[in-house]
């Protein structure tokens, strides 16, 4: 083992949120508590509303921060990956939080057992949890992570989100800026396709606000979906699994709020 405890570059993405960012760095220090060897990255879109003061307030925990305007969340987010030096990168938006305070301790307690050249997975994956504006459980996510994750599990839509995922920074291109709702669907399948060995982590990584996308951005993600996987997946495929997505949209929502 050349490095048994591998630094996780956690990068933060916000613009005017700063009672969110606040949940997400008390989960960041929480978990920092637990397992040091985290670099906490923000990148701020020049906010106005005390969010530069709140990671002031919180500098013993940010490695490192930017605040200036942006062309959008991937532009904010790919800044993060430029500024990010760990092993993994880990993509924790405002709003986000860790759900287990020993997530990281947990995980890299089994580093060692792979066939790779540091005894780690290239990725790490786990289940998402919604909660209310109020910070309360509101249901698991409704694509679940499958037990083994491969690129052609993308094929039925983002089964794992970028919360619920820590990539090797090796292996993680720039979000694409031609897609403005779905380049996370093309980055994490991208990461896929690299890696070699996908761990499944069996727990519930993180947790996201509840919320919807306006009509509007609704149409465009599944026109920039449909792309993604006609590019990835050839049309024939991609035409069938939209058929798919679209009778399991019919299914009743199972309501889990459990781990």
Same mark, same amino acid.
């Given at each position: ?12 993405? #916000?613009?005017? =949120?700063? %009672? ?11 978990? !920092? ?38 062309? &959008? ?5 790919? !800044? ?8 993994? #990168? ?12 020993? /997530?990281?301790?947990?995980? /890299?307690? !089994? ?24 910070? *309360?459980? =509101? &249901? ?9 994750? *491969? ?8 089964? #794992? ?10 292996? =993680? ?23 070699? #060995? ?24 599944? *026109? ?11 049309? %024939?495929?991609?035409?069938? /699994? ?7 949209? /019919? ?6 709020? &459990?781990?």
């Amino acid at each position: 083992m050349n490095d048994p405890k591998p630094v996780v570059s956690i990068i933060t993405v #916000v613009y005017n =949120a700063r %009672p969110l960012l606040a949940k997400t760095m008390e989960s960041v220090r929480e978990q !920092k508590a637990r397992y040091p060897f985290i670099e906490y990255v923000v990148v701020d879109g020049a906010s106005k509303d005390g969010t530069l003061e709140l990671i002031g307030q919180n500098k013993d925990i940010v490695s490192s921060w930017v605040s200036e305007p942006d062309k &959008g969340i991937y532009d904010a987010m790919n !800044k993060g990956l430029r500024m990010a030096t760990g092993k993994y #990168v880990w993509f924790l938006n405002a709003g986000d939080f860790i759900c287990s305070d020993r /997530f990281l301790a947990d995980v /890299f307690a !089994k580093a060692g057992r792979f066939d790779t050249e540091d005894g780690l997975a290239d990725i790490y994956y786990g289940q998402t949890r919604l909660v209310d504006s109020d910070w *309360k459980l =509101a &249901g698991m996510r409704r694509l679940r992570a499958p037990e083994r994750l *491969k690129p052609e599990s993308f094929r039925m839509g983002m089964l #794992v989100c970028h919360q619920s995922i820590l990539v090797r920074r090796a292996l =993680a291109d720039n979000y694409d800026l031609r897609y403005k709702c779905s380049a996370d669907y093309d980055w994490v399948l991208k990461a896929l396709r690299k890696a070699r #060995v996908i761990e499944n982590t069996h727990q519930v990584v993180s947790c996201y606000l509840k919320g919807g996308k306006s009509r509007q951005m609704l149409v465009r993600s599944w *026109k920039e979906r449909f792309r993604v996987m006609r590019l990835q997946f050839g049309l %024939p495929q991609t035409l069938f /699994f939209h058929g798919l997505i679209v009778l399991r949209l /019919f299914l009743p929502v199972r309501r889990d709020y &459990g781990a």
